[in-house]
């Protein structure tokens, strides 16, 4: 798995290159496989190391225009570094023609094609770390990265219109719950000081990794050489020592050395890489008829729920397949629902849930009291929630995943028949919702639970991982070399959850089913 950094300021000539390639050389020294994009269309990074433009034999204009796979625009920068680095990088520019960055800029690229690639280029060079260097102010390219990015790092002058614009920066990050440290650049001898850095942290609510003194060797380079090599003993190498420190302590990549469990959890999926899931995939989801009190602590406790509607999403159909009734769908409604789930594994579809095995094919066996085959597919489906409890020891929601692979998230906002807009919606407000028989909002909704689940499947299959920020800002993960059925996750080895007062257990995700000890 690899940590996505985004490398952004709010004006140009702040430092993006400096602070992005001197990272990314740090790194790589440390041992680390890096990716430094540079998505400027004004690209400087590769004067850094000192590269001609003959030598760019693919940029990333290319890949996005069709020319080029993704990897091909990727070139080994690693021997302009010296001998003694022990890792590698790997710079991905942006045209340096101007005809083509006019072009670029014209024209625009495709969004999605963009974020596919980078997910494709971490896992075709083996990435550790992907670095994106991207354009000055709050463009197109910098919500981008920030929103498939686990880190935000913004650069910071002392100038006026600098402190107005990293405001909307860190507030545009947190919208995407990406956590934003600061760098403070070109800082004079007579503001640098621990009370600029102190006031700082409290104006933006945020952490400042490193401060850069103004620095008259940095100006005689002339955006030539890598300043870190160059000047190893030098204050600002310090500090950008101290940022990539921060990073590391942020999201330890996967080089790092890990727990006992971890590396056990590393055997075991190497172990099943080569078992084969189904190419066909069909996501399911359901919502549940009934209205339930406010902070409840298990839904389950209030069964039976009954089934308002249901969703299939397959990833080789456009259309999503709905189940309805109103007030709830009837029992011979929910066995055929049963019967349809079956015929689909029956024509060589794997289904895939988020928490589908403890929730949504338990109240389907309930609602239907077809229990046997419901346990049969809850048990050989793939349930991505239940790869992170068992790896993890901890629940993790949809939406937190969602942000965590670049995926837009869960539908907030619905527009009621009467054109009244509802905000800040969730699950608990759909049984009400239908009760008033507001049909389209509801599905709308379910909708995009079960594409998105889907969307989210297709890009842990093409990455690998599971990425999110937890609620105190840590980047999380969780490896997945491929997707696993529920029975064989009770092959992942346990986590530590000694640490934990009420850690979930694994039998409570399975015990509805008849006879299920001898089944996993």
Same mark, same amino acid.
């Given at each position: 798995?690899?940590?996505?950094?985004?490398? *952004?300021?709010?004006?140009?000539?702040? $430092?993006?290159?400096?602070?992005?390639?001197?990272?990314?050389?740090? =790194?790589?020294?440390?041992?680390?496989?890096?990716?430094?994009?540079?998505?400027? @269309?004004s690209p400087s990074i590769h004067f850094l190391f000192d590269i001609d433009e003959s030598e760019i034999e693919h940029s990333?204009?290319?890949?996005? !225009?069709?020319? *080029?796979? #993704?990897?091909?625009?990727?070139?080994?920068?690693?021997?302009?570094?010296?001998?003694? +680095?022990?890792?590698?990088?790997?710079?991905?520019?942006?045209?340096?023609?101007?005809?083509?960055?006019?072009?670029?800029?014209?024209?625009?690229?495709?969004?999605?094609?963009?974020?596919?690639?980078?997910?494709?280029?971490?896992?075709?060079?083996?990435?550790?770390?992907?670095?994106?260097?991207?354009?000055?102010?709050?463009?197109?390219?910098?919500?981008?990265?920030?929103? +498939?990015?686990?880190?935000?790092?913004?650069?910071?002058?002392?100038?006026?219109?600098?402190?107005?614009?990293?405001?909307?920066?860190?507030?545009?990050?947190?919208?995407?719950?990406? /956590?934003?440290?600061?760098?403070?650049?070109?800082? &004079?001898?007579?503001?640098?000081?621990?009370?600029?850095?102190?006031?700082?942290?409290?104006?933006?609510?945020?952490?400042?990794?490193?401060?850069?003194?103004?620095?008259?060797?940095?100006?005689?380079?002339?955006?030539?050489?890598?300043?870190?090599? =160059?000047?190893?003993?030098?204050? +600002?190498?310090?500090?950008?020592?101290?940022?990539?420190?921060?990073?590391?302590?942020?999201?330890?990549?996967?080089?790092? #050395?890990?727990?006992?469990?971890?590396?056990?959890?590393?055997?075991?999926?190497?172990?099943?890489?080569?078992? /084969?899931?189904?190419?066909?995939?069909?996501?399911?989801?359901?919502?549940?008829?009934?209205?339930? &009190?406010?902070?409840?602590?298990?839904?389950?406790?209030?069964? /039976?729920?009954?089934?308002? *509607?249901?969703?299939?999403?397959?990833?080789?159909?456009?259309?999503?397949?709905?189940?309805?009734?109103?007030?709830? =769908?009837?029992?011979?409604? %929910? @066995?055929?629902?049963?019967?349809?789930?079956?015929?689909?594994?029956?024509? $060589?579809?794997?289904?895939?849930?988020?928490?589908?095995?403890?929730?949504?094919?338990?109240?389907?066996?309930?609602?239907?009291?077809?229990?046997?085959?419901?346990?049969?597919?809850?048990?050989?489906?793939?349930?991505?929630?239940?790869?992170?409890?068992?790896?993890?020891?901890?629940?993790?929601?949809?939406?937190?995943?969602?942000? $965590?692979?670049?995926?837009? $998230?869960?539908?907030?906002?619905?527009?009621?028949?009467?054109?009244?807009?509802?905000?800040?919606?969730?699950?608990?407000?759909?049984?009400?919702?239908?009760?008033?028989?507001?049909?389209?909002?509801?599905?709308?909704?379910?909708?995009?639970?079960?594409?998105?689940?889907?969307? =989210?499947?297709?890009?842990?299959?093409?990455?690998?991982?599971?990425? !999110?920020?937890?609620?105190?800002?840590?980047?999380?993960?969780?490896?997945?070399?491929?997707?696993?059925?529920?029975?064989? %996750?009770?092959?992942?080895?346990?986590?530590?959850?000694?640490?934990?007062?009420?850690?979930? @257990?694994?039998?409570?995700?399975?015990?509805?089913?008849?006879?299920?000890?001898?089944?996993?």
């Amino acid at each position: 798995m690899a940590q996505i950094i985004s490398v *952004c300021s709010y004006r140009s000539d702040a $430092g993006r290159s400096i602070v992005a390639t001197n990272l990314a050389t740090l =790194l790589a020294i440390d041992g680390f496989r890096v990716g430094l994009v540079d998505m400027d @269309q004004s690209p400087s990074i590769h004067f850094l190391f000192d590269i001609d433009e003959s030598e760019i034999e693919h940029s990333l204009n290319d890949y996005l !225009w069709g020319k *080029c796979k #993704i990897k091909d625009t990727a070139h080994d920068v690693t021997g302009k570094l010296g001998p003694d +680095i022990k890792g590698k990088i790997f710079l991905i520019s942006s045209s340096v023609k101007i005809d083509e960055s006019i072009r670029m800029q014209r024209e625009g690229y495709d969004v999605g094609l963009l974020t596919d690639g980078f997910r494709n280029l971490v896992s075709s060079i083996l990435l550790d770390i992907l670095i994106l260097k991207t354009g000055p102010g709050l463009g197109e390219d910098a919500i981008l990265t920030m929103a +498939i990015s686990n880190i935000l790092i913004s650069i910071m002058r002392p100038d006026a219109r600098d402190y107005r614009g990293t405001a909307s920066i860190i507030s545009t990050a947190r919208s995407l719950e990406v /956590p934003p440290i600061l760098v403070l650049n070109k800082i &004079p001898q007579a503001l640098y000081s621990d009370d600029a850095r102190n006031r700082t942290e409290q104006a933006y609510g945020c952490e400042v990794a490193a401060m850069l003194p103004l620095s008259e060797e940095v100006v005689t380079l002339g955006s030539t050489g890598i300043f870190s090599l =160059l000047y190893p003993n030098h204050d +600002i190498t310090s500090e950008l020592q101290k940022l990539k420190d921060k990073i590391l302590k942020l999201s330890p990549p996967n080089i790092s #050395i890990g727990s006992n469990n971890e590396q056990n959890q590393k055997s075991f999926f190497r172990k099943n890489d080569e078992k /084969p899931i189904s190419k066909k995939l069909a996501s399911f989801d359901l919502e549940i008829a009934k209205i339930l &009190p406010e902070n409840i602590n298990d839904i389950l406790d209030y069964a /039976p729920l009954g089934i308002s *509607c249901a969703a299939l999403a397959f990833d080789d159909k456009s259309d999503v397949l709905f189940s309805q009734r109103y007030p709830q =769908l009837s029992k011979q409604d %929910c @066995q055929k629902l049963v019967k349809d789930l079956i015929n689909y594994v029956a024509s $060589g579809y794997t289904l895939v849930t988020w928490n589908g095995c403890s929730f949504d094919f338990r109240v389907l066996a309930q609602e239907s009291a077809i229990y046997e085959e419901c346990g049969q597919l809850a048990l050989n489906h793939v349930d991505l929630m239940l790869i992170v409890t068992f790896t993890k020891g901890w629940y993790l929601g949809l939406d937190k995943a969602l942000r $965590g692979a670049g995926v837009s $998230g869960k539908v907030k906002k619905l527009k009621l028949s009467n054109g009244e807009i509802l905000e800040d919606i969730n699950g608990a407000h759909v049984p009400k919702l239908w009760k008033k028989r507001e049909f389209s909002a509801v599905l709308t909704y379910l909708e995009g639970d079960v594409s998105k689940t889907l969307e =989210l499947v297709k890009t842990v299959q093409d990455s690998h991982v599971i990425n !999110w920020v937890s609620g105190s800002g840590n980047f999380q993960s969780v490896s997945v070399p491929r997707l696993m059925t529920v029975k064989e %996750c009770f092959d992942i080895p346990l986590p530590d959850t000694s640490w934990m007062s009420n850690p979930p @257990q694994r039998k409570t995700f399975v015990e509805w089913i008849p006879n299920w000890e001898q089944k996993i």
